[in-house]
């Protein structure tokens, strides 16, 4: 309860308790956990400092983690009976956190806890488990994610590092056979990893077999440098050098020259090759084991759609409280000059980013519960089709929801920078750090453009089980025929939004633009819309002599629209839903307003389709943008209380230009 001093005015008061219930409402089920964090994380040496060099940043970075491997938090994402402590959801909040401190601090963590530790928890069994995660969890055991490589990073299926099993010595040589197989970019590869989770082409040549066989991209422990830091031998590491941001993050090459690992250094949750070398696995599909295995790796993207968020909040934080003391040219009436956040044009930069980063912190509470629940509970049988098509929603709604976090992180970032002027360019002031840090969060963890084709996929097909290994004219023809029942069968309403949907007038033109039936209305009406004109453009480019890239091709554009049309609308239900479940009346009316702008802003962004398709007239267009105007005003008032309640540590916010 919050108590008024003699210092305190009763308005502040009612202020700094809308504060705390808006905090706690984007916090969502993990409320005390970032309180937690927070009480731990305000203070200011934790922020990357851009004067140091590569080494010495990278020095600091490692110290830190250090310190984070004594809090409890890098447990949580392993299961109790590997060592951990169960709490999926409580681990990517805390690397979420992350975000308001230092990007290559999360980063670090996110290699080491969530890819590394990841591989080990979800790749590998109970030898595995056993043998690496308490060392892990600790940092007595330091590893790198390597996938990546200098020819393949978005086409995991393509790598070309092989792991050949030679049954007389039962192990498996590792081996980079070509320049493009180098591994590439890797974090923790360049000074820090002791051992690396490897992903390869597994060769096989068991007693039945007439000659070696691929079996497909399969994880390998491999270590890669002894206890002092040395190459071992077969492996040689190299620096990526300086980078656009994330100084304190060693990315480095690694090329395997015939290195041998045992055998049991196969994480062989999914397949496993016996002593004579046969191979065997409970997947029977390959197709549907590779993508199987990479399900299990979502954490890591979830976890950067999250820390996108995080930094975006926090440079608009920092923007918000600059704009509030900024003044520039003479106020009329008045002797004082204009607050710069006072101006319209100001507003209409800050205030709609900061509803979009209300928005997606709500779906990613949603989407962060949802892993929680899939990878905390008991293992699901690989025949729990429930399961699996929860996996794969997940999957969707992770990808989607990581495209748009990072393109809101990297532009919103941008836009604070501008908002400062010539402050927001000086790394005193964080925003320039942070837009250099933050810009590689769009293409790692899944490039965004072939993230949102993923989602279109999914839309397109329901990874209906029918769709399973058709070519892609194939896939197109399925479409064709399906993709409506997709989409009603996907976007099924909760009972709030199915509620606000029955409030409001079909006719979207003679319906209020201000009900939220009525815009639920139009962001479904649009993802229907791209999703059935897909789908007849899909099927009129096939034929029996159709190409199947130029089919698929030639509908990219239209794929990439349905997804971003769809993700923009899962997150406008999670709003509302979040809204619904809040009790004090003076933060639902805020955050109504708030969802509001979210959605004028995002039909203003898009008034040109909503136009060329008659969803919109002409006048009603011009609501929009008057719409806009209209919510900035009235939510200026509140600019400072929606900020603080995203809850950065007072100490993480420490600017020049602000002291």
């Not at 009976?81 to 601090?105: F, N």
């Not at 330091?142 to 010595?169: K, R």
């Not at 409970?282 to 993508?291: G, V």
């Not at 993700?567 to 307003?593: C, G, H, N």
């Amino acid at each position: 309860m919050t108590v008024t001093d003699a210092h305190t005015s009763p308005e502040d008061t009612t202020r700094s308790e809308l504060v705390a219930d808006l905090e706690r409402t984007l916090d969502g089920r993990w409320h005390e956990l970032r309180e937690y964090i927070r009480a731990h994380m305000d203070r200011d040496d934790l922020l990357p400092d851009p004067s140091l060099g590569i080494e010495d940043a990278r020095d600091v970075t490692f110290a830190h983690l250090r310190e984070l491997a004594d809090l409890d938090f890098a447990a949580a994402g392993f299961r109790p009976e590997h060592g951990g402590t169960g709490d999926v959801g409580g681990a990517i909040t805390a690397i979420e956190m992350l975000g308001y401190a230092d990007l290559s601090l999360m980063v670090k963590a996110g290699v080491q806890w969530g890819l590394f530790g990841g591989a080990i928890e979800n790749l590998g069994t109970a030898r595995h488990h056993d043998a690496y995660v308490a060392d892990l969890i600790s940092l007595d055991l330091l590893g790198c994610f390597a996938m990546t490589e200098t020819g393949h990073g978005s086409n995991v299926q393509a790598l070309q590092t092989t792991a050949t099993y030679d049954p007389a010595t039962q192990e498996f040589v590792i081996d980079s056979p070509t320049p493009s197989a180098r591994k590439d970019y890797i974090g923790g590869g360049a000074r820090d990893a002791r051992v690396a989770a490897v992903f390869a082409q597994l060769i096989t040549a068991g007693p039945n077999d007439s000659e070696p066989t691929g079996q497909g991209v399969h994880c390998f422990v491999v270590p890669i440098r002894d206890e002092a830091g040395a190459d071992l031998p077969g492996v040689t590491t190299s620096d990526c050098g300086v980078k656009g941001g994330l100084a304190g993050v060693d990315n480095g090459r690694i090329v395997f020259d015939h290195v041998r690992v045992p055998r049991a250094n196969l994480l062989n949750k999914y397949a496993d090759v016996e002593p004579d070398g046969t191979y065997t696995s409970p997947i029977e599909n390959s197709n549907r084991r590779f993508f199987t295995m990479l399900g299990t790796l979502i954490r890591g993207r979830i976890s950067v759609a999250a820390t996108g968020g995080s930094a975006a909040r926090k440079a608009l934080t920092i923007a918000t409280r600059y704009a509030e003391q900024r003044r520039q040219f003479d106020a009329p009436d008045s002797d004082t000059e204009m607050l710069v956040m006072d101006y319209r044009v100001h507003q209409r930069k800050l205030l709609p980013l900061i509803a979009k980063s209300y928005a997606l912190q709500f779906a990613q509470n949603e989407v962060t519960a949802e892993l929680h629940e899939l990878q905390s509970g008991p293992e699901p049988s690989l025949e729990d089709k429930a399961f699996a098509a929860r996996q794969r929603q997940l999957e969707s709604a992770a990808a989607g929801l990581k495209a748009m976090s990072t393109w809101h992180a990297s532009h919103a970032i941008n836009v604070c920078r501008e908002a400062c002027g010539g402050a927001g360019y000086l790394a005193a002031n964080q925003l320039s750090t942070m837009r250099g840090d933050i810009d590689v969060f769009t293409t790692f963890e899944g490039d965004n453009t072939v993230l949102t084709q993923l989602v279109g996929k999914e839309l397109l097909t329901a990874y209906a089980d029918d769709v399973q290994g058709l070519s892609t004219v194939g896939l197109a023809r399925f479409v064709a025929g399906m993709a409506r029942d997709v989409f009603l069968e996907k976007s099924a309403a909760r009972q709030v939004v199915q509620t606000l949907l029955n409030s409001s007038d079909e006719d979207l033109e003679k319906s209020d633009l201000t009900n939220r039936g009525t815009q639920l209305r139009l962001f479904r009406g649009r993802e229907e819309h791209l999703l059935r004109t897909a789908a007849t453009r899909m099927r009129r480019a096939t034929g029996d002599d159709a190409d199947p890239f130029e089919v698929y091709n030639s509908a990219q554009d239209h794929i990439l629209k349905v997804a971003s049309a769809h993700t923009e609308r899962v997150v406008l239900e999670a709003f509302i839903e979040a809204i619904d479940d809040v009790d004090s009346p003076e933060t639902k009316e805020l955050l109504w307003k708030v969802c509001d702008l979210y959605v004028y802003s995002a039909l203003e962004n898009d008034l040109g389709w909503f136009l060329m398709h008659r969803f919109v007239s002409v006048e009603r267009a011009k609501s929009i943008r008057r719409g806009v105007n209209d919510l900035c005003e009235e939510l200026r008032p509140h600019a400072r209380t929606l900020v603080d309640a995203f809850g950065v540590p007072e100490a993480l916010l420490k600017t020049e230009m602000m002291a």
